[in-house]
């Protein structure tokens, strides 16, 4: 969660009843841009509660031809319950998370997944009520208690949530759930259960409130995170792990003030002058820096990934994404300029997930993964493999499992 976004929390704090539903907010940005799509884009389809998990792995039907170099786990985080006792949650970000685990193996593929045991899912259900605000979603004061303490309520800092419904992080030898709070929730990877909550910045003696869900990682697993401090004066802290430590101990923290500017640098100068774009970032005379920035593509792209273990920080020409609120898979070649697509009619796909294959020299040599939900009637939810290069499709895994939830983050872990 970045600064803008804590603001905009403070104001749903304020003014709760001016904040639409999540249900409402889903469907408008699932059936923005969509086609034919948008008559399968409402709230009884995407943001309905998912009822039942699938603890017990299930092997998934074969359509295509699997290559046999894949082998790994496919791991995948989403909102999927929405509602507990008679609280609702007012945003699709809220709702508190299923684990989606997809086990390739010598040419088959098991599925996966389970309700993350958060505290806040815990709680919740244990009360019946909602328990630990989310994202747009303020819980509130215990009813069983009596006026006095419903009133002190207001004036405590409440835990922030530890529902890791946004992305699942590889830190160390151990894998995360986390949304964008400080409190995440370790792993184990073969029961998808949550085995401890976990604050590494309190641990390591970091003064961060809360932190991005999208930490960079080095090929030697030394991790990079944006955090932010609120206080007189806020900040945000770059924090780096390193994992030969084992994440014990004090680890250092980089502060940059929010107003910074660069010193000995004249007004009207380019801070940067990247190769191959127009793009700029310009520092002027009040001290701000403009960015300017560069249309690759008329229509939009978001959740973007790139082959991130072998260009990570390095210069590259492929990117994949999603486009059309879900609707549609992109590879963009961003060189050029230019796009191919992915789509079939009444599927949900989730973010494109690049795994190379081994040995290649090309960049886009491997294959992307998405998980994809066909909500058309009589269908089943899919692992959707395409080839890196041609993106057409190889092969989709089929799972006999009513529905899963729209997963918004993940990562591939090679094995075997």
């Not at 074969?62 to 170099?69: C, F, K, Q």
């Not at 309520?153 to 151990?174: Q, R, Y």
Request: aromatic share 10%.
């Amino acid at each position: 969660m970045d600064f803008t976004n804590f603001c905009l929390l403070s104001v749903v704090v304020k003014e709760k009843k001016q904040m639409f539903s999540g249900t409402r907010y889903a469907s408008r940005f699932m059936s923005r841009g969509c086609g034919s799509m948008s008559k399968y884009s409402n709230k009884d389809l995407l943001t309905k509660s998912i009822l039942k998990d699938n603890s017990t792995p299930t092997q998934a039907n074969i359509e295509g031809n699997l290559p046999l170099w894949l082998s790994g786990e496919l791991l995948r985080t989403g909102p999927a319950v929405f509602e507990v006792g008679k609280d609702q949650m007012r945003h699709f970000f809220d709702g508190y998370a299923m684990l989606l685990r997809f086990t390739i193996k010598e040419g088959n593929v098991t599925y996966q997944s389970r309700f993350l045991n958060s505290d806040a899912y815990t709680k919740a259900f244990k009360q019946n009520r909602i328990v630990c605000s989310e994202f747009g979603t303020v819980s509130y004061p215990d009813p069983c208690k009596n006026i006095f303490h419903r009133f002190m309520s207001k004036f405590t800092v409440e835990e922030m949530s530890d529902n890791g419904n946004v992305n699942i992080l590889p830190i160390a030898d151990e894998l995360y759930a986390s949304s964008e709070t400080q409190n995440l929730c370790k792993l184990d990877l073969e029961t998808l259960k949550s085995t401890e909550k976990v604050n590494l910045y309190s641990r390591n003696n970091i003064a961060v409130h809360t932190q991005t869900a999208h930490p960079h990682i080095e090929a030697d697993g030394t991790v990079y995170n944006l955090g932010t401090a609120f206080s007189g004066r806020s900040c945000y802290k770059i924090v780096q792990f390193d994992p030969s430590n084992g994440f014990e101990g004090k680890h250092p923290s980089h502060t940059m003030q929010l107003h910074s500017t660069t010193v000995g640098t004249e007004p009207d100068t380019d801070l940067v002058l990247p190769t191959g774009t127009s793009c700029r970032a310009v520092l002027k005379s009040d001290g701000c820096v403009h960015c300017y920035s560069e249309v690759l593509l008329d229509t939009g792209i978001e959740l973007p990934r790139i082959n991130y273990k072998e260009y990570n920080g390095k210069p590259y020409r492929y990117a994949y994404g999603i486009s059309k609120g879900f609707g549609e898979l992109l590879k963009l070649d961003v060189e050029d300029r230019t796009a191919v697509s992915w789509s079939e009619e009444g599927c949900f796909t989730a973010e494109p997930v690049f795994v190379p294959k081994p040995g290649a020299n090309d960049e886009d040599d491997g294959v992307v993964l998405s998980t994809v939900l066909d909500v058309r009637e009589g269908k089943l939810p899919y692992l959707l493999i395409l080839d890196g290069k041609t993106f057409k499709e190889i092969c989709r895994a089929v799972v006999p499992a009513e529905k899963w939830c729209l997963s918004l983050h993940g990562l591939f872990v090679s094995k075997f």
